[in-house]
């Protein structure tokens, strides 16, 4: 759904920019994990739980305010293919932000461990215990990881085409700042 206002609601962009922050966070704690057997590696790991919960439950808000409130539409002149990359592109990033933490929670429940959020909440496994399915969910978890960096990357490409390239709105859309015209005051 597209819509015709100019720039995504202020609660839309809210939560693009504070996703983005706990995204890059979650994928360098992953990264660090992965990387360490030292005791860092139980901090990391208490951290990067509670992180994942939150990312799925935030990407969920999003998507329903994506469904219920559209999106500004992209600029008439852009290319088909580039309009085509950027719808495909989004629902990527929506499929990832809601399926990366979806992984891991099956992943951990497979295993028999827990996730626990804070205040020492215990949330209830999502899949039976099966040393071939944590297997299967670790390595699908590992290297959509990797892909999800990949698009992320593509991401802040396209939005920096726009923002110093195109200058066509499409950044401003999301920025998380008011545009002049917003800033300006009413006459």
Known sequence: MTGTHRRFTPLQRLLHWLMA??????????????????????????????????????????????????APALPADLPEPMKLAAVLSHWALYALMIGMPLLGWGMLSAASYPVVLAGGIHLPSILPPSDRLHTLLWDAHYFLAFAFFALILLHVAAALFHALVRRDGVFEAMAPTPTRDEAAPAE
Request: proline share 4%.
């Open 21 to 70: 922050a706990a995204i890059l966070a979650m994928l360098f704690i992953g990264v660090g994990m992965v990387s360490t057997v030292t005791p860092k590696y139980l901090a990391l790991v208490s951290l990067h739980k509670p992180l994942g919960i939150a990312i799925l439950v935030l990407a969920l808000i999003r998507l329903a305010l994506r469904l219920s409130h559209g």
